[in-house]
């Protein structure tokens, strides 16, 4: 995508031409978004192209966030399919902060209270349908980050395709026998200890760092953002990802007051319990396996982790 045709965008999509327009690159974070700054109507404002068509912006979480009162940026445009290949195009107002990431050894940039509680805000937020991808249209929920993670499912720990997971790993050579027959009957296993879970809001975002929480100069969270894999589930799943990130994942762990986040957020939840250890099963299986290469220190630890973790199941 070239800046005339981002031009071309922003003219179709507010009915104006914009000013200053300069492509954006976010300092961290993902990028499967063409960026674009630029001033219209006396407005900073931030145009994001998709780079794949078919792939969602999280509009339905993003609405529901929106009206509970998370601080979000102002959507002002929204077109599902406008961009020069057929992609989604939003406008969004410019949040003037910086992203929520920072270094191993360096102290966290802002309140784990005040995260604790903004994450209870959006898990308070029910969802009455399928578990599994929220995407734009809950018609058209058809987005998968994995293919090994369903779309939707009647149950969440259907979610999960275990049996999938465990084919997968035993031709890679990861498991053996034992442990990937232990994986595909996890569901079974498991069935009783899910039978009370309710559909919440999840952000599934890495929302707690890597860009997807802008904060102020004093470590205020001025906006959550990112809304693309959005999930309806348990929020234990996401209350893992953050144990993950801050006391499990031994390489370049970042500073992080778990406690003071915890207290905050009001959970009695056990990580190492049944549950809990499903959960890291299921980072490790449904997200990390994929990027971490099995002849890397990161990737021979995962591999060891699982494995460690199917055989307390055995």
Known sequence: MNDDQAHQLVGHL?????????????????DDSYSYRFSAGGERLLLKVKKTPATPVGLYFYQRVKAAGVPVPELVAFAPDAGPEGQACTIWSWVDGR???WGAGHPCPYDEAAFGELLRQIHALRFDGEFGLLGDDLARRTFSSHPDLRATSDTWLGFFDCEAAARRYRDKGYLDRRDAVTLARLPERLQCAFLDVEARLLHMGDIMHHGNMLIGPHGEILAVVDYVESTAGDPRWELAWVGYYFTIYPFDRRSFDMDRFRAAYGTDHDPDDEVGRFYLLAILLFEKLLFFSPQSDRGRWAIHAVKRLLREYQ
Request: hydrophobic share 30%; no cysteine.
């Open 99 to 101: 992203p929520a990431t």
């Open 14 to 30: 507010l009915g104006m031409q914009p000013l200053d327009l300069t492509r954006y690159r976010p300092p961290v974070g993902g």
